[in-house]
């Protein structure tokens, strides 16, 4: 399995010509998800040329229009694409209210199935699920009503262990299925041959966090416990710790620290604050404290598979 | 006096990362002017360095998506640099709500004031002035209430002809005003000298007029009698004049016809359908009709001055 993150914005506050607000597209096992949808996301993605019809479900972190405004432009243009496939929004309340009421006076009903899945509980949910994905939400600590959110793939079958099960010749082909389901096996004799001595373990899961925007929060570690891929939010660096607490942001370092408490796998940094022009700085910064950190950048691609 | 017009956006429809939809700056004598703000349009402005303070009105033609999707970022940009001076909107009715829901939702109220004048007359109307400058909608017809705008320079003062003056040495400086009002003089012997002897034509006023968008449409032709400068829509070419029917848009051509019968000095076209990749052939068909024609880009810039 294999999960693929293209970065389409990671700058805070305002977009620019060469900083675009936050989104991200997220490709999960054949699930393509994006994730906040800043103004310019659709040039965004036509620029990495990354397939508007393959977006299934928008996931939005909250109500900041570098996290939304780009969202009732991409609706448009799916209609004018001649979309007939579902799409689904998360986020929070309030997000259906405005997306409608401009599609209204617009006079552009969109001709597709359009779902909205308001949010607005204080803890951790599990909001959406396939046969090969689970997606939970992650309570973040910021001005207004903010969730991340946890992409986890479903525990993966057990895999046949085939030297060992061709020594059980009573362990036919049609066993297989709940031998990988981690059934123990009965021969016919009522003998119990333990399912660990067939099988060998499945590949770990892949798991990716987005956290943005969000203060330094302990409370999100045990959600994020060894996971593959942390992205969390580092509108600054320490010069200025006050301000971020001010806003109810986090510092590099900050994001390093969690990453290191999660003990998570990589940990990747955005939603720079245009005051700072070097953002190597906010790597230097973040090392201090976690060893694998990334910056985000537009049309960068992170790759991680099982 | 002068005016120039900064074409922000051109292309219809939707945002792509070399084709920006609708948005121009325009500034005429010291007034500043912005007219649609489709999505993007803040990130236009960095490119072209104009400076965001210097927007004092915003014209909004109608609620298509490639017209305003830009504007409430725009608004909560403002807020964000601490702005502090007026800011006037005016649009269709449905803007003001649009923009307020948002404001609201994202708990971001701007600390400067905010104005909205909505617009629902199906006629012409003065909708602003100063002392230099008037403001009119023009009524266009397209799949919604949609308006052009009229930028006009008010009439300028006469211009004093001063070898003529100086053969009456009655006439004092403290009467000048009035001959550039057009007023006669009146000699102390009660003899009237009528301005003309005294004064010459003043420069002919500047006008601009934005037309998009709208279907071919004879109606508007008086309003744009002799302007200097008429953008007008051409989303098509003449190859898809059964499309431009259908969907309320104008051909090169008709937008050329328009320019012709309206006698004006210059046309620009916009407002392009994605389907030309050259853009050329706009400009040869508008040929067949009207000499003097150019075609919008972002960041051209059209200057006139009298």
Chains 1, 2 share one sequence.
Not at 53 to 71: K, N
Request: with cysteine; proline share 4%; glycine share 4%.
């Amino acid at each position: 399995m294999s999960l693929r993150l293209t970065i389409l914005g990671c700058h805070s506050a305002t977009p620019r010509s060469n900083a675009h607000t936050s989104s991200q597209f997220l490709e999960i096992n054949n699930d393509f998800f994006l994730i906040d949808c800043g103004e310019g996301t659709q040039a965004q993605l036509r620029k990495f040329k990354i397939k508007f019809s393959r977006i299934q479900r928008i996931f939005i972190s909250h109500l900041h229009g570098d996290h939304f405004f780009g969202l009732i432009g991409l609706i448009s243009t799916f209609s004018l694409l001649n979309r007939t496939t579902e799409l689904h929004v998360y986020g929070p309340k309030g997000i259906k209210e405005i997306i409608l009421l401009q599609l209204k006076l617009t006079k552009s009903w969109v001709e597709y199935p359009l779902y909205f899945h308001e949010l607005s509980s204080p803890d951790s949910q599990l909001i959406f699920e396939d046969k090969k994905v689970e997606v939970f939400t992650i309570p973040l600590k910021h001005r207004i009503y903010t969730n991340g959110f946890l992409f986890k793939e479903k525990p993966l079958p057990r895999k046949l262990n085939m030297p060992a099960i061709v020594k059980y010749p009573e362990v036919k082909i049609c066993d297989y299925q709940n031998l990988k389901n981690g059934k123990d096996f009965k021969t016919d004799d009522n003998k119990i041959i333990i399912n660990a001595e067939l099988t060998l373990d499945p590949p770990e899961i892949l798991q990716y966090a987005y956290c943005s925007d969000t203060a330094y929060d302990e409370n999100i570690v045990p959600l994020l416990k060894d996971i593959d891929l942390l992205y969390h939010e580092s509108t600054f660096l320490e010069d200025r710790k006050d301000l971020a607490e001010k806003t109810k942001h986090a510092t590099a370092l900050q994001a390093a620290a969690i990453a290191n408490k999660a003990n998570v796998k990589q940990l990747i940094l955005g939603h720079y604050s245009s005051r700072y022009k070097n953002l190597d700085l906010f790597l230097d910064e973040a090392k201090n404290e976690f060893a694998n950190v990334a910056l985000a950048e537009a049309g960068k691609e992170f790759k991680i598979s099982n």
